[in-house]
């Protein structure tokens, strides 16, 4: 005869149903914690893989003395060194002949880019002067990094939320 009785052997069915309620909710909280980090983390990679490419642009249009090219798409972006290699025409804003490509990146699914320079073109000079501007990397939940170029060509990168 020991301090429990025969009655309390075990969980009944309603203690089972309100275990189960909480861990559902908190595995749901933590999956949607984890996929706001993986969104943020998607973010702030691009703007700083964008961010190195267009300093390393900077460095190539000043070793090439020439101009280097940033072609920006929604979901992409393109940079070249716009120097005529290979009989292509120098200066044209197009990447022809056997112009260098500097980089090329595809966005993930869940982000755009945007910005305010014409035709989204944005030329980098050997001499260092660039047109200032910003170009936006901006996720589907309405959050977006900017970067801010300058005329001396100095990048920053500006968090925010639409």
């Known amino acids: 005869m020991g301090a429990f009785s025969e009655k309390s052997r075990g969980f009944t069915l309603y203690e089972l149903l309100i275990v189960m309620a909480i861990l559902s909710i908190m595995g749901t909280m933590g999956t949607v914690s984890l996929l706001g980090f993986k969104q943020r983390s998607q973010l702030s ?16 249009a000043a070793k090439h ?5 940033l072609q920006i798409h929604e979901t992409s972006y393109e940079m070249f060194l716009d120097n005529g290699a290979g009989e292509a025409t120098s200066g044209d804003w197009v990447r022809e ?15 755009s ?7 989204d073109h944005l030329r980098l000079r050997g001499s260092g002067r660039i047109r200032p501007g910003t170009i936006i990397v901006q996720s ?17 990168l500006v968090d925010g939320v639409s």
């Open 140 to 156: 589907r939940s309405g959050k977006h990094i900017k970067l801010v170029i300058n005329a001396v060509g100095r990048i920053r």
């Open 97 to 111: 002949g056997k112009e260098l490509q500097v980089a090329k990146r595809d966005l993930a699914p869940s982000l």
């Open 45 to 60: 990679g691009m703007a700083n893989i964008l961010k190195a490419d267009l300093n390393r642009g900077k460095i190539l």
């Open 113 to 119: 880019i945007d910005s305010n320079f014409p035709s």
């Open 65 to 69: 003395k020439s101009y280097v090219v």
